[in-house]
């Protein structure tokens, strides 16, 4: 499994941004994917998921209402709509992979840079 996230970058506070997660080797029906990010100096964080089968997405509470995560079947891409970006959404941005039925995400993406300016 390989996951590629692209699409980071430099914006304004309030300003939109959108990530994308291209994700190859194997079909992902039963598999979850999921953003994280990890700010300087701060632990990584979960974001959002989203069940590949059924587009069901659950957000963190710092992103809810802001941000929306979905998939692409055909184009085998998840992507993270991010809206009204704030200062403190500045981060590595991760896209990440694992079965449905496992606790631990083994699959991960190699990072996308988001910086917002206020």
């Known amino acids: 499994v390989q996951l590629q996230a692209f699409g980071g970058g430099l914006v304004q506070a309030g300003g939109p941004l959108r990530l994308s997660c291209a994700a190859s080797g194997r079909p992902f029906d039963g598999y979850r994917m999921a953003w994280f990010r990890q700010a300087p100096g701060k632990e990584r964080e979960f974001v959002s998921f989203?069940?590949?089968?059924?587009?069901?997405?659950y957000y963190a509470a710092s992103v809810r209402g802001r941000f929306t995560m979905s998939r692409d079947n055909a184009k085998n891409t998840v992507y993270l709509q991010m809206n009204s970006l704030k200062s403190e959404d500045t981060a590595v941005y991760y896209c990440a992979a694992r079965p449905a039925a496992i606790e631990t995400y083994n699959y991960w993406g190699q990072g996308t840079v988001v910086t917002v300016s206020s």
């Open positions: 989203i069940n590949w089968s059924n587009g069901v997405a």
